[in-house]
């Protein structure tokens, strides 16, 4: 048990798993609708982690996690592309199809191109 530290709110679920020395898997969420933190139950296993989140009310969550207004979980996804500019990919294509049209064959390509 010293290996997993969870946390629990109404609405709040926060759980963190010591993977080795240097390595911790920290999973914050805000959660869809209440929980009773009380009667809410966790364990840890050689192979995974289990939580049990017992419903304040007999509500169907569509999902774990909290939308916003706009129908987005609230939770930052990791991305390698959060400091670049996004690609425009047809520009690139276009960029790629005019430099070979500008390229002069050479050798057999270009004594096919006189017949």
Same mark, same amino acid.
């Given at each position: 048990?010293?290996?997993?530290?969870?946390?629990?709110?109404?609405?709040?679920?926060?759980?963190?798993?010591?993977?080795?020395? /240097?390595?911790?898997?920290?999973?914050?969420?805000?959660?869809?609708?209440?929980? !009773?933190?009380?009667? /809410?139950?966790?364990?840890?296993?050689?192979?995974?982690?289990?939580?049990?989140?017992?419903?304040?009310?007999?509500?169907?969550?569509?999902?774990?996690? /909290?939308?916003?207004?706009?129908?987005?979980?609230?939770?930052?996804?990791?991305?390698? !592309?959060?400091?670049?500019?996004?690609?425009?990919?047809?520009?690139?294509?276009?960029?790629?199809?005019? %430099?070979?049209? %500008?390229?002069?064959?050479?050798?057999?390509?270009?004594?096919?191109?006189?017949?």
């Amino acid at each position: 048990q010293e290996k997993l530290q969870v946390v629990l709110g109404e609405q709040h679920l926060k759980v963190t798993v010591k993977i080795d020395d /240097s390595t911790d898997y920290t999973i914050d969420l805000i959660l869809q609708h209440l929980i !009773n933190p009380d009667t /809410s139950t966790n364990q840890i296993f050689k192979t995974k982690v289990e939580i049990r989140l017992m419903k304040a009310t007999g509500v169907r969550w569509d999902s774990l996690e /909290s939308k916003d207004e706009a129908g987005v979980n609230q939770r930052a996804y990791p991305s390698s !592309n959060i400091s670049r500019d996004p690609v425009d990919w047809d520009k690139v294509e276009a960029e790629v199809v005019k %430099e070979d049209a %500008e390229d002069k064959k050479e050798g057999d390509a270009a004594l096919n191109e006189l017949f």
